[in-house]
């Protein structure tokens, strides 16, 4: 690859966009944001920007509108890579609005690769999701474990599509060139609380609901069922700190190959829900009470992965524990508070 690369972030004013970012210009890259605001703030590319100490290109735009896409990378040409975050997010939300989710999702995949493929701009980062893999038989997981479209939400099954759609789109296009980074479950902040996960509904995500809890704004976290097959009885996952996250698409567009790659970004150690939150008390000397409620439809028990691909072929390693995840996150509301008052 061309160094330094140019990289257009979709959905990049987000949380693991504005991370993304940051870590992009630390590696001497030149990211481009593109966001249409529906679950971010622009204020948030202000404070990347802060950070960094550069300017970061913004439009405010649908990624939906291959127009828009295509005028963005046209006005920044020579782009060197798409890394595309755009998308609806929630698993419980998913199996309620299931439209919005194939809409959304799928539209906005079709009309990036388009705008990419009219343009000449032939690396493609698709920000996916463990949930492809369904409900596993073995775990860890790895990247040669089954995944199918019979899953048991349609968040999954939009990023099951959207990774079929770029292993045909490199098919028929030998130059072009995807990747499919499975995100296990992103958590924490910048270590300096300027920027972190700050959805602009009610959260859907643990981390910052465990954090509204802790700051008096919710009553208790809902545990969603204790009666799961696991050491505690509840639900089991792989929570890497976003910092991790970010360096990983670096290492992606800087250090895959060829054709079409697939690879987990996880920590390959699982955590409960009820290990969490224990840790984010005995981290941050706070008390968050829990409330164990019925399993929601959509979830699985346990997911955790085996990132030796991602090792091995990226030269990427998570270096984060939750116990750090759980002192940027609340480091992050402290500094938030003290600026509201």
Known sequence: MLWPMRVLLTGGAGFIGTHTALELIAAGHEPIILDDLSNADRDAVARTESLAGASIPFYEADARSEVEVRRVLQAHAPVDAVIHLASLKSVSESTSDPLRYYDVNLASAVSVLKAMLSTGVSTFVL???????????????????????????????TKRVIEEILADVVT??????????????????????????????????????????????????????????????????????????????????????????????????????????????????????????????????????????????????????????????????????????
């Open 172 to 341: 028929a296009n030998p130059a072009f060139r995807a990747i499919s980074l499975r995100y296990f479950n992103p958590v924490g902040a910048h270590p300096s609380g300027l920027i972190g996960e700050d959805p602009l509904g009610a959260p859907t995500n643990l981390m910052p609901i465990v954090v509204d809890a802790a700051a008096g704004r919710l009553d208790a976290v809902n545990v969603y069922g204790d009666d799961y097959d696991t050491a505690d009885g509840t639900g089991v996952r792989d929570y890497i700190h976003v910092m991790d996250l970010a360096r990983g698409h670096v290492k992606a567009i800087e250090n895959s190959g060829s054709g079409y790659e697939v690879f987990n970004l996880g920590t390959g150690r699982p955590v409960s829900v009820l290990e969490l939150l224990d840790a984010f008390e005995k981290t941050n000397g706070v008390e968050v009470r829990r409330v164990i409620r019925e399993r929601r439809p959509g979830d699985v028990a346990a997911s955790y992965a085996d990132p030796t691909k991602a090792n091995r072929q990226l030269g990427w390693v998570a270096e984060r524990s939750i116990a750090d995840a759980c002192a940027d996150a609340w480091h992050r509301e402290l500094l938030r508070s003290t600026v509201s008052s």
């Open 127 to 157: 920000s996916s999701s463990a949930t492809v893999y369904g409900l596993p038989e073995q775990l860890p997981v790895t990247e040669e474990t089954p995944t199918t479209l019979a899953l048991s939400n349609p968040y999954g099954k």
